[in-house]
């Protein structure tokens, strides 16, 4: 005869807990905990075992990544052709630009880096450079320009929001490794400050001015040349003029010539 062990209709407290546990594991609702927690943990183990080098890597290409995206419709304007959708571009990218340094606790995107040399090489097509212009004649004529010129322009605070709307050029001798170093200096200046500067253009001594100028060719752009020399002047220490010659280029066009050594 086999004797069965008296049931209770009463569970003991322990039975009940891990009867509660087990339904608990089993309900969507612990699922869902469950799943969110890793989703939320995972990311933080990851990066915990990840290289400090390899996460700045990811992050690097992330934000380029993020900084192509938006830029590639105003790259679609970039038109040698009409100038009105090259301005709009360049005064989109300007903006997402400056958002995109801010983000960055002020260094550059490489990916902004890259489209403004984009930008460069369209502004070269649309306001090219009056040096295929500049003979000994009209060189002659330059300097009897700047000779009869007011005095030289004072420095002041700089401000670089109208250059913006301009293109620089800077002319050195190609002849004087340290004038190319200034100008080198003052070109990163600019282009720090969103003023579009295609680059340094290096001439024969025999081209270059006596004093260092800032020259314009049209009448509109008198007081960006203005500003332009007294940024020159602060950057380089050296007295700069403004002139006018008599050759024909674009609104918006300013160059900076540096003069010759002792000139």
Same mark, same amino acid.
């Given at each position: 005869?086999?004797?069965?062990?008296?049931?209770?209709?009463?569970? @003991?407290? $322990?039975?009940?807990f891990i009867t509660t546990l087990n339904n608990?594991?089993? @309900?969507?609702?612990?699922?869902?905990?469950?799943?969110?927690s890793l989703a939320t943990v995972y990311p /933080?183990?990851?990066? %915990?075992?990840?290289?400090?080098?390899? #996460? /700045? !890597?990811?992050?690097?290409?992330?934000? &380029?990544?993020?900084?192509?995206?938006?830029?590639?419709?105003?790259?679609?304007?970039?038109?040698?052709?009409?100038?009105?959708? %090259?301005? /709009?571009?360049?005064a989109a990218l300007r903006e997402l630009e400056? /958002?995109?340094?801010? &983000?960055?606790?002020?260094?550059?995107?490489?990916?902004?880096?890259?489209?403004?040399?984009?930008?460069?090489?369209?502004?070269?097509? #649309? %306001?090219?450079?009056?040096?295929?212009?500049?003979?000994?004649?009209?060189?002659?004529?330059?300097?009897?320009?700047?000779?009869?010129?007011?005095?030289?322009?004072?420095?002041?605070?700089?401000?670089?929001?109208?250059?913006?709307?301009?293109?620089?050029?800077?002319?050195?001798?190609? $002849?004087?490794?340290?004038?190319?170093?200034?100008?080198?200096? !003052?070109?990163?200046?600019?282009?720090?400050?969103?003023?579009?500067?295609?680059?340094?253009?290096? #001439?024969?001594?025999?081209?270059?001015? @006596?004093?260092?100028?800032?020259?314009?060719?049209?009448?509109?752009?008198?007081?960006?040349?203005?500003?332009?020399?007294?940024?020159?002047?602060?950057?380089?220490?050296?007295?700069?003029?403004?002139?006018?010659?008599?050759?024909?280029?674009?609104?918006?066009?300013?160059?900076?010539?540096?003069?010759?050594?002792?000139?």
């Amino acid at each position: 005869m086999l004797l069965k062990q008296a049931t209770s209709d009463v569970e @003991s407290p $322990g039975h009940r807990f891990i009867t509660t546990l087990n339904n608990a594991v089993k @309900s969507p609702l612990f699922v869902f905990l469950f799943g969110a927690s890793l989703a939320t943990v995972y990311p /933080a183990l990851k990066s %915990f075992f990840t290289p400090e080098s390899e #996460l /700045a !890597l990811q992050k690097a290409q992330e934000e &380029a990544r993020a900084d192509a995206s938006l830029i590639a419709p105003f790259l679609n304007n970039l038109d040698s052709t009409q100038r009105g959708k %090259f301005e /709009a571009s360049r005064a989109a990218l300007r903006e997402l630009e400056n /958002a995109s340094h801010s &983000a960055r606790n002020g260094t550059h995107s490489p990916v902004f880096v890259a489209v403004n040399k984009a930008i460069e090489a369209v502004a070269v097509q #649309l %306001f090219p450079s009056t040096t295929g212009q500049v003979t000994p004649a009209v060189n002659q004529e330059i300097e009897r320009s700047a000779a009869q010129a007011p005095s030289a322009v004072k420095a002041k605070t700089p401000s670089y929001d109208r250059l913006r709307d301009a293109v620089v050029y800077v002319e050195v001798d190609r $002849g004087d490794d340290a004038q190319q170093k200034q100008a080198k200096q !003052l070109v990163d200046i600019l282009r720090d400050n969103s003023v579009t500067t295609p680059g340094i253009e290096r #001439l024969a001594t025999a081209t270059m001015p @006596s004093k260092t100028q800032v020259r314009y060719f049209n009448d509109s752009d008198r007081s960006l040349a203005e500003e332009l020399a007294s940024i020159a002047i602060g950057a380089t220490g050296q007295p700069v003029v403004v002139v006018k010659p008599s050759l024909t280029a674009k609104v918006g066009t300013l160059e900076l010539w540096f003069g010759r050594r002792g000139g």
